[in-house]
């Protein structure tokens, strides 16, 4: 069972464009949510969260959406450059029950078109 | 801010044989510990996690297994190997507890071959 999905395996987007990647998850304990971005053979790097009591949390060029109604947040890169090409995962956590854990979608590869 | 460490980078080991891949922290004291696991193509598999020196909890069943000797010491060991084994190994951190925020390692590749 997929608790956490990012729908779109891939993505391109020119460069100084707006790259919008989606994720959605159907547990409504989760209220901790992160973003990552994984660079090929290297760990996944730490990007923006987001509380459930935030709609939208910034961080530079990344802002993170978050629509509990829907159970979907989005991570929106404005503007896009080359080296923002890589995979990128979200996961979500359910605060508060004693651990600490991470559940993680499958990714979307998105490529800047220079 | 915490540095993790993954040795080897890459291992190549046949059907059968045993494991041992080691994550070391530096940075930070009585984190929380994490082994992951990337298949191709694949996203992240929580495979055990650790609050403290002698406590793994497993997440997935499978011939893998993990021990926390000291505090920012985490080591994911098999006794056989086996192809499905083969993947992308990841040790992460946490701060503790009520911090959710965990930070990778380099991450070890293992071909089983």
């Known amino acids: 069972d997929q608790q956490v999905k990012q729908n779109s395996p891939s993505l391109s987007v020119q460069e100084g464009r707006i790259s919008i990647l989606n994720c959605d998850y159907t547990?409504?304990?989760?209220?901790?949510f992160l973003w990552y971005k994984k660079y090929p053979a290297e760990g996944p790097t730490f990007l923006i969260s987001?509380?459930?009591?935030?709609d939208k949390n910034e961080d530079g060029r990344f802002t993170v959406f978050l629509n509990k109604s829907a159970k979907h947040l989005s991570l929106h890169i404005v503007p896009s450059q080359p080296g923002d090409s890589a995979v990128y995962f979200c996961?979500?956590?359910?605060?508060?029950?004693?651990?600490?854990?991470?559940?993680f979608g499958t990714g979307t590869r998105l490529t800047i078109i220079p | 801010s915490q540095t993790i460490h993954q040795w080897p980078a890459t291992l190549v080991q046949p059907v059968g044989s045993p494991l041992s891949l080691e994550c070391t922290v530096e940075?930070?004291?009585?984190?929380?510990l994490y082994w992951y696991r990337q298949a191709a193509g694949r996203g992240l598999q929580l495979l055990f996690y650790?609050?403290?020196?002698?406590?793994i909890s497993s997440e997935v069943p499978q011939n893998l297994s993990a021990s926390r000797p000291q505090d920012r010491q985490f080591i994911l060991s098999s006794k056989k190997l086996l192809l499905s084994d083969s993947g992308f190994y990841l040790c992460?951190?946490?701060?503790?507890?009520?911090?959710?925020?965990?930070?990778f390692g380099p991450g070890t590749r293992l071909t089983v071959t």
């Open positions: 650790s609050v403290g020196i002698g406590q």
């Open positions: 547990n409504s304990m989760f209220d901790y």
């Open positions: 940075g930070t004291s009585n984190p929380n």
């Open positions: 996961a979500a956590s359910a605060r508060g029950f004693g651990n600490e854990k991470l559940t």
């Open positions: 987001i509380s459930s009591i935030k």
């Open positions: 992460a951190c946490a701060e503790g507890v009520g911090t959710y925020e965990q930070y």
